[in-house]
């Protein structure tokens, strides 16, 4: 029986890649010369450190530019609100990995009303779905590309 899965990934290696970039580009930017700034990744957080805020906020354009030159969504990015204090600016940037249960049993009911012939079924940070024929599922993809979810969506394990 034809089957896919539904998963919400970012390769963790091109974001460290984009970090390591973008710092470079701050240490040799004008802008950021004498300034106390940086990027700092753990697994899949990106912690932003300047001295102002309106530093943070050429700092997060800069990660962006990189990530995208990199081919990663940046949809995938939750982006906190900065805290400051007087002589110090932070800002967290989580990379979202796997879709949400809730934000699963939504697509899985929008597979569902869909009236197609496929079953949907959540397994763990990812979506199952299963159906006799190649064409339901390919609509399916088509139907999932059309919605607007906060998330970049990609399609694994296409079996016939």
Do not use: C
């Not at 906190?80 to 699963?104: F, H, M, R, Y």
């Not at 079953?119 to 139907?143: E, F, H, M, N, W």
């Amino acid at each position: 029986m034809p089957s896919f899965d539904i998963v919400s990934e970012v390769d963790l290696q091109e974001v460290r890649n984009a970090v390591d970039q973008a710092n470079r580009e701050i240490g040799t930017r004008f802008d950021f010369k004498g300034v106390d700034a940086a990027f700092e990744q753990n697994e899949n957080e990106v912690q932003l450190r300047a001295e102002q805020e309106f530093q943070l906020n050429q700092m997060m354009d800069i990660l962006r530019q990189k990530l995208v030159k990199r081919k990663v969504d940046i949809a995938a990015m939750d982006i906190k609100d900065p805290e400051t204090s007087l002589n110090a600016a932070k800002q967290l940037v989580i990379i979202k990995q796997g879709i949400e249960s809730e934000l699963a049993k939504k697509m899985v009911k929008q597979i569902k009303s869909s009236k197609l012939k496929v079953q949907a079924q959540i397994q763990g940070d990812q979506i199952r779905v299963t159906g006799k024929k190649r064409d339901d599922l390919q609509q399916v993809i088509t139907l999932m590309r059309d919605s607007e979810y906060a998330l970049p969506l990609q399609y694994q394990n296409f079996r016939d």
